[in-house]
């Protein structure tokens, strides 16, 4: 064991005598798996996170033919993260191929703050004259002014830029 370098929680501790490294996310690639990666490596047009996946698996693949390398050797190689390398090769053999190299979507849905006829208000609203004392309409005056109106119960001027971030009125 001279010489190698060990990721404490990431490569299990070998075995004297045993020649093979017992991984409990082992990767082991088809011919055609192996082909498809390459193939995406090889023309480097693909996002660079899902490259970097898909080294990670050509690296990790202890099937016939494949590299079988450690995750350090990996880490050391790629230079990723030991974390990284281990999701990688868990989401594979949870998920298979396709949803490894795909971008995982959030889990958390957020719930819209205003709906049509909300924004259509504060739309209207940003577009009208400015209150008296006030040269034009500010954030917190917008938030505000929905809440006086009772168009919402509460809203931070932070949701009153994003809406009015999102149209393409000039007054705005």
């Known amino acids: 064991m001279a010489g190698r370098v060990r990721v404490e929680g ?13 991984y409990p996310f082992r990767v082991v690639l088809s011919e055609e798996q192996r082909a498809e990666l390459r193939g995406l490596v090889g023309s480097g047009t693909a996002p660079a996170r899902m490259l970097t996946r898909a080294r990670i698996l050509l690296k990790a693949d202890h099937g016939e033919g494949g590299a079988g390398w450690s995750d350090a050797a990996i880490v050391g190689a790629l230079d990723v993260n030991p974390s990284t390398v281990l999701r990688v090769r868990r989401r594979f053999v949870a998920e298979g191929l396709a949803a490894t190299l795909a971008r995982k979507r959030p889990d958390r849905v957020y719930e819209r703050a205003l709906d049509g006829a909300q924004e259509a208000h504060l739309i209207a609203l ?8 006030a040269d034009r309409w500010s954030l917190r005056l917008l938030a505000d002014e ?3 109106l009772e168009v919402v119960e509460t ?18």
């Open 10 to 22: 990431i490569d299990p501790p070998l075995r004297s005598g045993d020649p093979a490294v017992a």
């Open 126 to 133: 940003a577009c009208s004259e400015a209150p008296d004392g």
């Open 146 to 148: 929905l809440v006086r």
């Open 155 to 172: 809203i931070s001027h932070e949701t009153v830029r994003q809406t009015l971030k999102k149209t393409s009125s000039s007054r705005i």
